[in-house]
Each structure stands twice: as structure tokens, then as C-alpha cells.
């Protein structure tokens, strides 16, 4: 095997310069993974790499979790897993696979980093929260297949996430080493649950930068042939691709020392270096087993065979409208307290916390106006209010919780208006910090749930779901 084609470079629209992912391509990696772009600039890269690669085949991968809305701004952003934990829906779950696999195949990209199989039963977890399933690993295990299965026949290849179980930490691994305090019973009842249920279905495995001490001691999951080789490859029997979680995060210390003890320890791909370039050159002065090279290669090669199975849609088929998120609100949507509702006629005051990414609430409150309610300018007296909480998982962000001066500004308003209801769009878990006598869970801030939020409150439908995680 030729050893670049153990890397895989990330490539971030507006960051990256194109010249330097060609050369890249020219050298022989073995894959890009794609961060950001428009509908347009993916699908052009993406044929610019193949065309530039002297490989037959090289895979280019994403982190398509919620669709491709979560990095194009010209795609819909579909529901999120918690979402789909709280309607407990298999059919969504395999809707929303087919739907991610299928616009993601039109444009060239024929890998998606997903699902996550991390339990969301840690609120301070910055980094999982609504990418996760729920909190039980049963749950998890159920939507999760489906989700696979619906990437599958859309023609996309899967990666089951982060090995060992990235649920029961307080730390983002893309900022420093999280630590994983479960016992090997806990591991064995729940975080490892929905590996071992769904490793038949894996594409691929990815191990997360997480220091587990029950499994070992001293190397992070991603780095430990105990973890790699022992648990995941002999104890648990898989038999398929192994990749690193993405390099550049700094939860490892020393790329190339890192990136080597990965491959030594049974990983198959290196992903997404910070420098590629010095990480290509350091592995061709270091001594790599050729019986695991042998392997990484067989490894990506039946990757690459997989990928091609099932031809991509048109990006006009892949793309065309569609109601499933819609429909997926309808069934998620989540309510404790009592009801508040709004009629035509009359006022209501909106007040955000928690929104340091400048997400629009315009879907929300033209749902509202078009329902003949009033929305008034901040400070002025309204018949009621509604506050709308924004805060989700960002990377490298370090944190999901509200900050106090967001929790004063958001207690205040709520005590001014007995009549008042929070909506929670992303971490459920901020909702509990305002402490609001009613609360709507959305689990998701996309314009889809933003407008169901709204039709809920002027009474067109009941919401349906049920929280899939502990408060």
C-alpha cells in the first residue's frame, strides 16, 4: 500500500487552499473530508480531487449528521437525533438516512461521518447533546439502525461514532482530553450497547479522543491498541474500517506522534490532520508494519467497492421539496407545564437568550403573524411571552450551558409575564437553568421546527413527543 493513502485530509470552503488539496490529490491520499461550501462548490471539488487523484477511487467523507444543512447554507437542516429519540420514530430515523445519503451522493460526497452513537446522559456534555439519540442505549440502538439502513439504500457508506462512547464527559475533545470516569460494568450496560448492536452495519468505526481509564490507563481510545485491537477487533469481532476522529483536535498533543500511535494501535484511516503535508512526509521516515498497511489498504479498497454500489441522483432528484421535516416536528415537538396558547388578535413579547451563532427566529415569528398574532417590539407590554432559548453543541466551543448574564436576562422576563412559555430549540438541558413554568422542546433551532413551535402555539396540532433523556 502506498502510505499516503493512510491520510485523509479535511478541506474547509473559504480556508483551505484548492491548490494545496489538488497537490494533496496528486499525492495520493487516500480521501477528503469536506467542511462547509455550497451545493455548487462541493460538487465541483469534489470532482476536481477525483480527477486529480492517480488513485482509481479515493472516498470523500463529511460530518452530514442533521443532512447537509448543518454545513450548507443552500440544503435544508433535517432534524436532529435527539429529535428523532423524542418522536421515537424508526420510519423518520430511515427517512432521514436516505435523504442525507442521497443529496450528499449527488454532489460527490459518498461517506457520512454518522450516526452518533453517544448516549446523551450527561448535561454538561458540550460536544453530544442533540446529536445524540437519547439517553437509553436501546433507544439509541433501534433509531440508529434505522438511520443506517436509510444511508444504505441511498448508496451512502456509514461510520458508527465515537468508540468507545463520548456520552459521559464534560469536555470537548476538539479543545482538550475528555475523560471518560465509567466503570467496565457501566461501559458493558450501556455506552458500549449500542456499538455492539450495531457493528454487523458498520462501514466503519470511528474512535474518539477520549481517555477511558476502565479500558486503559494511559493512551486515549483513539491511540490504545487495547481499546482498538483488543476490545473493538477481538473482543467484539469487527472485522471492518477503523478511523480516527479528526487529528487537528486538541485533545492529542503531538499530531504525527499520534497519528502513528493510531495506526500502530489498528486504525486503517488518519483523518483530517492539521498538517498534512508534515504528517505525509513524517510517516515515510518512520517504520510501518507491512501487515498493517496490507490491511489499511484491503480496508479502504472494500470501501471504495461499496461506495459505487448504488449510482448517485441527479442533484435536481436529490434535492427536490419535501415535507419529512415537517413531519418530523410534528412528532417531536415536547411539552411540560401547562399549556399556553395564542390567538388571533393578540400580543405577544419574544426575548432570546443563548443565540451567540445569529440564528434568525424569522421563521418562528412570521409563522405567528401569518396565525394573526402580534409580536411587539422588545420592552413594550404584551398579553404574553415567550422566551426562545438558542444555545446547541458548537465544536471547539467548550460549553452548552447559559451564562449567568443570559439566565438573569431570561428569569426576568419570565417573572414579569405569568402567562409565558419557553421554547428550548436545541439543548434541552438550558431549559431547566430558566426554571419556566412551561416549557416546548424542539430540539432543533431549523426553520422547519421554528414554524411548528409557532402552529403549536395557535393550536393546529398537539405535540406528540416525549423527552428521550433525563432532566
Same mark, same amino acid.
Given at each position: 500500500?502506498?502510505?499516503?493513502?493512510?491520510?485523509?485530509?479535511?478541506?474547509?470552503?473559504?480556508?483551505?487552499?484548492?491548490?494545496?488539496?489538488?497537490?494533496?490529490?496528486?499525492?495520493?491520499?487516500?480521501?477528503?473530508?469536506? @467542511?462547509?461550501? !455550497?451545493?455548487?462548490?462541493?460538487?465541483?471539488?469534489?470532482?476536481?480531487?477525483?480527477?486529480? +487523484?492517480?488513485?482509481?477511487?479515493?472516498?470523500?467523507?463529511?460530518?452530514?449528521?442533521?443532512?447537509?444543512?448543518?454545513?450548507?447554507?443552500?440544503?435544508?437542516?433535517?432534524?436532529?437525533?435527539?429529535?428523532?429519540?423524542?418522536?421515537?420514530?424508526?420510519?423518520?430515523?430511515?427517512?432521514?438516512?436516505?435523504? !442525507?445519503?442521497?443529496?450528499?451522493?449527488?454532489?460527490?460526497?459518498?461517506?457520512?461521518?454518522?450516526?452518533?452513537?453517544?448516549?446523551?446522559?450527561?448535561?454538561?456534555?458540550?460536544?453530544?447533546?442533540?446529536?445524540?439519540?437519547?439517553?437509553?442505549?436501546?433507544?439509541?440502538?433501534?433509531?440508529?439502525?434505522?438511520?443506517?439502513?436509510?444511508?444504505?439504500?441511498?448508496?451512502?457508506?456509514? +461510520?458508527?461514532?465515537?468508540?468507545?462512547?463520548?456520552?459521559?464527559?464534560?469536555?470537548?475533545? *476538539?479543545?482538550?482530553?475528555?475523560?471518560?470516569?465509567?466503570?467496565?460494568?457501566?461501559?458493558? !450496560?450501556?455506552?458500549?450497547?449500542?456499538?455492539?448492536?450495531?457493528?454487523?452495519?458498520?462501514? #466503519?468505526?470511528?474512535?474518539?479522543?477520549?481517555?477511558?481509564?476502565?479500558?486503559? =490507563?494511559?493512551?486515549?481510545?483513539?491511540? #490504545?491498541?487495547?481499546?482498538? #485491537?483488543?476490545?473493538?477487533?477481538?473482543?467484539?469481532? @469487527?472485522?471492518?474500517?477503523?478511523?480516527?476522529?479528526?487529528?487537528?483536535?486538541?485533545?492529542?498533543?503531538?499530531?504525527?506522534?499520534?497519528?502513528?500511535?493510531?495506526?500502530?494501535?489498528?486504525?486503517?484511516?488518519?483523518?483530517?490532520?492539521?498538517?498534512?503535508? =508534515?504528517?505525509?512526509?513524517?510517516? *515515510?521516515?518512520?517504520? /510501518?508494519?507491512?501487515?498493517?498497511?496490507?490491511?489499511?489498504?484491503?480496508?479502504?479498497?472494500?470501501?471504495? =467497492?461499496?461506495?459505487?454500489?448504488?449510482?448517485?441522483?441527479?442533484?435536481?432528484?436529490?434535492?427536490?421539496?419535501?415535507?419529512?421535516? !415537517?413531519?418530523?416536528?410534528?412528532?417531536?415537538?415536547?411539552?411540560?407545564?401547562?399549556?399556553?396558547?395564542?390567538?388571533?388578535?393578540?400580543?405577544?413579547?419574544?426575548? =432570546?437568550?443563548?443565540?451567540?451563532?445569529?440564528?434568525?427566529?424569522?421563521?418562528?415569528?412570521?409563522?405567528?403573524?401569518?396565525?394573526?398574532?402580534?409580536?411587539?417590539?422588545?420592552?413594550?407590554?404584551?398579553?404574553?411571552?415567550?422566551?426562545?432559548?438558542?444555545?446547541?453543541?458548537?465544536?471547539?466551543?467548550?460549553?452548552?450551558?447559559?451564562?449567568?448574564?443570559?439566565?438573569?436576562?431570561?428569569?426576568?422576563?419570565?417573572?414579569?409575564?405569568?402567562?409565558? /412559555?419557553?421554547?428550548?430549540?436545541?439543548?434541552?438541558?438550558?431549559?431547566?437553568?430558566?426554571?419556566?413554568?412551561?416549557?416546548?422542546?424542539?430540539?432543533?433551532?431549523?426553520? #422547519?421546527?421554528?414554524?411548528?413551535?409557532?402552529?403549536?402555539?395557535?393550536?393546529?396540532?398537539?405535540?406528540?413527543?416525549?423527552?428521550?433523556?433525563?432532566?
Amino acid at each position: 500500500m502506498k502510505i499516503n493513502r493512510l491520510v485523509h485530509p479535511g478541506f474547509w470552503f473559504g480556508k483551505t487552499a484548492p491548490e494545496d488539496a489538488l497537490k494533496l490529490a496528486r499525492l495520493g491520499v487516500g480521501g477528503f473530508c469536506l @467542511y462547509g461550501g !455550497t451545493r455548487q462548490q462541493v460538487a465541483e471539488l469534489t470532482h476536481s480531487l477525483r480527477e486529480a +487523484s492517480p488513485l482509481k477511487k479515493i472516498l470523500i467523507s463529511a460530518d452530514y449528521e442533521d443532512g447537509l444543512g448543518r454545513w450548507l447554507p443552500d440544503a435544508e437542516l433535517l432534524p436532529s437525533n435527539l429529535a428523532l429519540g423524542a418522536a421515537n420514530d424508526e420510519n423518520l430515523a430511515f427517512e432521514k438516512g436516505l435523504l !442525507t445519503a442521497r443529496q450528499a451522493k449527488s454532489l460527490g460526497v459518498d461517506w457520512v461521518f454518522a450516526p452518533v452513537l453517544d448516549l446523551a446522559d450527561c448535561p454538561q456534555n458540550p460536544i453530544v447533546n442533540t446529536r445524540s439519540f437519547g439517553a437509553d442505549p436501546q433507544l439509541v440502538s433501534r433509531l440508529a439502525r434505522a438511520f443506517i439502513k436509510g444511508l444504505a439504500k441511498g448508496g451512502a457508506l456509514n +461510520s458508527i461514532k465515537h468508540f468507545p462512547g463520548h456520552g459521559n464527559t464534560s469536555t470537548d475533545s *476538539h479543545m482538550a482530553m475528555p475523560t471518560v470516569p465509567s466503570s467496565v460494568a457501566h461501559l458493558q !450496560t450501556h455506552e458500549l450497547v449500542p456499538f455492539k448492536n450495531l457493528l454487523p452495519l458498520a462501514d #466503519s468505526v470511528m474512535v474518539g479522543h477520549l481517555l477511558v481509564p476502565a479500558l486503559d =490507563e494511559e493512551s486515549l481510545a483513539s491511540l #490504545s491498541a487495547k481499546i482498538i #485491537s483488543g476490545l473493538l477487533k477481538t473482543k467484539l469481532g @469487527y472485522k471492518g474500517c477503523v478511523v480516527t476522529d479528526a487529528l487537528c483536535m486538541k485533545a492529542l498533543g503531538d499530531e504525527k506522534q499520534a497519528a502513528l500511535a493510531a495506526f500502530r494501535a489498528g486504525a486503517h484511516i488518519l483523518l483530517v490532520p492539521e498538517n498534512p503535508f =508534515e504528517l505525509l512526509e513524517f510517516l *515515510h521516515q518512520v517504520p /510501518l508494519n507491512k501487515t498493517l498497511l496490507d490491511e489499511a489498504e484491503r480496508q479502504q479498497d472494500s470501501l471504495c =467497492e461499496r461506495a459505487d454500489i448504488i449510482p448517485a441522483l441527479t442533484e435536481e432528484e436529490a434535492f427536490q421539496p419535501m415535507a419529512f421535516a !415537517t413531519r418530523a416536528a410534528q412528532k417531536a415537538l415536547t411539552w411540560l407545564g401547562p399549556k399556553m396558547s395564542l390567538k388571533p388578535g393578540q400580543t405577544v413579547q419574544i426575548v =432570546e437568550v443563548g443565540n451567540d451563532e445569529n440564528l434568525s427566529s424569522a421563521p418562528f415569528i412570521n409563522a405567528l403573524r401569518q396565525g394573526g398574532v402580534t409580536v411587539v417590539n422588545p420592552g413594550e407590554r404584551a398579553d404574553k411571552l415567550v422566551v426562545l432559548c438558542w444555545r446547541r453543541y458548537q465544536a471547539f466551543k467548550g460549553k452548552i450551558a447559559l451564562d449567568p448574564a443570559e439566565i438573569a436576562r431570561g428569569k426576568t422576563a419570565l417573572k414579569q409575564y405569568p402567562a409565558h /412559555l419557553l421554547i428550548a430549540l436545541a439543548n434541552p438541558w438550558a431549559a431547566k437553568q430558566l426554571n419556566a413554568s412551561s416549557t416546548l422542546f424542539t430540539f432543533s433551532p431549523a426553520p #422547519s421546527f421554528q414554524r411548528a413551535a409557532a402552529e403549536c402555539l395557535l393550536g393546529k396540532f398537539f405535540p406528540q413527543g416525549h423527552l428521550p433523556i433525563i432532566l
